[in-house]
């Protein structure tokens, strides 16, 4: 997005730490209090491509004991488990003005960062048992990672750059990611290959962060959908598919992330695959000179007003 853009954006975002709490699975309930009208008969859910959600097991004990067939969005805040794990989210900014390639983005500009990032008991274990200096675990990354010079700094676990436009009420999420998980696996590798008693000790990190690792990628695009409607006001979401992401971007194919995360994890939050590409990513020249080379280009959809207007929609009898 333009430069300009992005500092009014940042401007009006929300300053000092914002805390994020989330369990496995959470995005079931989550992301229903986003889609749901105020209320909502269960079985016109039901008929929609949401009824997964209905079918998650945090959010099918509810549904047994709604008496009325209704499902109310008050009543979602209610579904909750322990343990949850914390979390710190920040913004920043990645990319350039004249440098796409580099930077990986759909169209010159920058994006918007949310970072999500570990709590402050990250740096004590690791200084305890990995880096007695206290180093950062990205310290030497060159993506829009946390660095240990930072005010109130936290180890970010991973990533979404975002790219959006106001106009035609739409956000594309370019990239979920994380390095932190990859190198965290790297080490255990390192440890339990080794063996020693050193390295034993060192295991007492890791078990700690396997914790973060099974929900990085939920908790992740979780905190994401919520941003971009709460506190971007935007309602039409894209995603690149795992085709889309190094074909739009121009990325070399041995950059392409995890497939999973460009499968898998859509269809849990039940975004939909279409041929449309967000409106404002139509209006560039790149784009469009992409297509009329591969012209069946991808993505990932999710409207938040969808079941919203579905329902009004169904006539009653």
Known sequence: MDTQLLNEVIACLPKGKTLFRYFKGAFASRLLSILLPR??????????RFASLLAHPSIKPMLANSGDGKLKRRTLSNVWQEPSLP?????????????????????????????LNLPVEHQRLYKQYIDKSGYSLNGHSCHPVQQPDAKNFRETLAWSRIDLDFETNEALIEEIQS???????????????????YCEQKLNYVRWFDAYRLVWAEAMLCATIEFIHFELGIERVFLHTARSGWQVKNMDESWQPPRSLYSDLPKK??????????????QT??????????????????????????VIRQPRI
Do not use: M
């Open 179 to 197: 390095d932190a998980v990859r190198d965290v696996f790297d080490l255990a590798k390192e440890y339990r290959d080794c063996g020693c008693r």
């Open 269 to 282: 939050f039940c975004f939909k695959q279409t041929w449309a590409a967000p409106e404002f990513l139509l």
């Open 39 to 48: 209320h909502c008969e269960i079985k016109d859910i039901k008929q929609t």
């Open 285 to 310: 020249r790149c784009y469009q000179r992409l297509i009329r080379k591969q012209p069946d280009i991808d993505f990932y959809q999710l409207s938040l007003n969808e079941l919203n207007q579905n």
């Open 87 to 115: 979390f710190l989210l920040t913004v920043t900014r990645w990319g350039a003005k004249n440098d796409r390639g580099w930077h990986q983005t759909s169209r010159f500009g920058e994006n918007l960062v949310l970072q």
